[in-house]
Nanobody, 125 residues
């Protein structure tokens, strides 16, 4: 069973950095593609970043490219999202997700099978 638990959200000033973590309590984490999504009030949930099962390939939304870094540690069953140069428009609830059948890094919600509960990130101007 996959249970994803995010942590690391909070309130940060624009230009600052924040690191999110998503830990999986299951035994098959290393075989899953992992992704981070976010949802701002009034907006649909959108793809932020994804990483393949080994961590050798990553993919980013244009809005975060060069500022955010996704990585994973398959020993700790954890995926990370390092967020630098944060902007007020990055304010959202951030969710991690797992794709158990991934052959590529998905960017759509329906490509992911398991979701965390979300963690709030608020960037003040």
């Amino acid at each position: 069973q996959v249970q994803l638990i995010e942590s690391g959200g909070g309130l940060i000033q624009a230009g600052g950095s924040l690191s999110l973590s998503c830990a999986d309590s299951g035994r098959t984490f290393s075989s899953y593609e992992m992704g981070w999504f976010r949802q701002a009030p009034g907006n649909e949930r959108e793809f932020v970043a994804g990483v393949n099962w080994s961590g050798s390939r990553t993919y980013y939304a244009d809005s975060v490219k060069g500022r955010f870094t996704i990585s994973r540690d398959n020993v700790k069953n954890t995926v990370y999202l390092q967020m630098n140069s944060l902007k007020p428009e990055d304010t959202a609830v951030y969710y991690c997700a797992a794709d158990r059948n991934g052959v590529r890094i998905g960017t759509r919600e329906d490509e992911y099978d398991y979701w965390g509960q979300g963690t709030q990130v608020t960037v003040s101007s």
